[in-house]
């Protein structure tokens, strides 16, 4: 079992892996060797989750997640299987992580007097030496 939160839990029997063979140069052993993990996890199945985690599980993975409800993690970080399976595992539980945790609210605030009065005071400052910058018509004096 995998802890996400205090209520969330996954079991490593729902975790599907798959190997593929990495894309890009390598040489004579690419063609031989499958590192690169693609790690399944069916959320809808598996756990047992409010629909606002579901919402922000979809807006975090983004195209990670399908219709099914099947998360997709591919990992091809590493040459190593196995450090690319733990790298994916990792890539899963900080998602999952994240999505547990619900989003801070924006509480309204106003700038203060003082900061108002220095914007406006720079405003002028600055009009001031655009003003002074223009040139001077001779027919007004």
Do not use: C, W
Request: cysteine-free; charged content about 35%.
């Amino acid at each position: 079992m995998i802890k996400i939160s205090n209520n969330i839990y996954i079991n490593k029997t729902d975790i599907k892996e798959t190997f593929i063979r990495s894309s890009g140069p390598g040489g004579q052993h690419v063609n031989k060797v499958s590192t690169t993990v693609q790690l399944r996890f069916n959320v809808l199945k598996s756990l047992n989750i409010s629909n606002n985690f579901l919402q922000r599980l979809k807006n975090i993975a983004g195209s990670r997640l399908n219709e099914n409800g099947d998360l997709i993690i591919v990992s091809s970080r590493h040459k190593s299987q196995a450090l690319n399976r733990k790298d994916a595992l990792e890539k899963l539980v900080y998602l999952l992580k994240k999505a547990s945790k619900k989003p801070k609210e924006r509480k309204p605030t106003y700038p203060s007097k003082s900061s108002n009065e220095k914007r406006l005071k720079n405003k002028r400052f600055i009009s001031l030496k655009k003003k002074d910058r223009k040139k001077i018509d001779p027919s007004r004096d």
